[in-house]
C-alpha cells in the first residue's frame, strides 16, 4: 500500500530543516551542501556546528587592529 501523505511530511520536515541551515551556510560564505549533513545519524548535527564554530568563514571581514 502506498501511503503518500507521510511521504509529504516526510519530504516537507525535511525541507524546514535543510532550507535554514543552507540558508546559515550561503550567508557564511560556505557551500550550502554541507546542510545535508544534518541527516547523518548522530555525528551530522555535530559536523556541523563544528564546523560553523571553528573554519573561518569566507566572508567574515576582520578588522585591522592598530
Known sequence: ?????????????????????ALIYKKAGLNPLWGALVFLPGVGLLLIF???????????????RG
Do not use: C, S, Y
Not at 500500500?1 to 541551515?21: A, Y
Open 50 to 64: 563544528l564546523q560553523l564554530a571553528i573554519w573561518p568563514w569566507p566572508n567574515h571581514k576582520e578588522t585591522e
Open 1 to 21: 500500500m502506498l501511503m503518500l501523505p507521510e511521504f509529504f511530511q516526510i519530504v516537507i520536515t525535511g525541507l524546514m530543516i535543510l532550507i535554514p541551515i
